[in-house]
């Protein structure tokens, strides 16, 4: 049984962006739906695909690397654990990589990034960072 789903997707991109796949299969849910969407929209990955099948779904995501093969991210950290939930107030919001990457933050409004929530004056638990 798995505790952790979204240690469990961040590994999954991790590996794969390691062999530098083009895409990578994740069980879906909602939440990593959301963590997809805030990925799209800052340009970490080129898109994503939802496919039902007789269990939860399947969340198909397409990696995004330079045209020289670099990769675009490179680093995923898991903030938050099963173990030791990590909250941040509004005053004191992480960075990740000095402002070049982003924190992802469950809040009381949704996943946000470290930027919306300095921008809204809100806080929550700290899910991860990518850079």
Not at 15 to 24: F, G, H, L, S, T
């Amino acid at each position: 049984m798995m505790t952790d789903p979204i240690a469990d997707m961040l590994t999954r991109i991790r590996n794969a962006n390691m062999i530098r796949a083009e895409k990578v299969d994740i069980p879906a849910s909602k939440l990593k739906l959301e963590i997809t969407k805030i990925l799209k929209e800052k340009g970490f990955i080129k898109g994503y695909k939802v496919f039902k099948d007789k269990k939860q779904g399947v969340l198909r995501i397409s990696l995004k690397y330079a045209s020289d093969g670099e990769r675009v991210i490179t680093g995923l950290k898991k903030i938050t654990k099963p173990g030791r939930r990590v909250y941040a107030d509004k005053n004191h919001i992480p960075t990740a990589m000095g402002g070049f990457g982003i924190v992802l933050i469950s809040t009381s409004r949704g996943i946000v990034t470290d930027d919306s929530c300095r921008q809204q004056g809100i806080g929550g638990e700290i899910l991860c960072s990518i850079w």
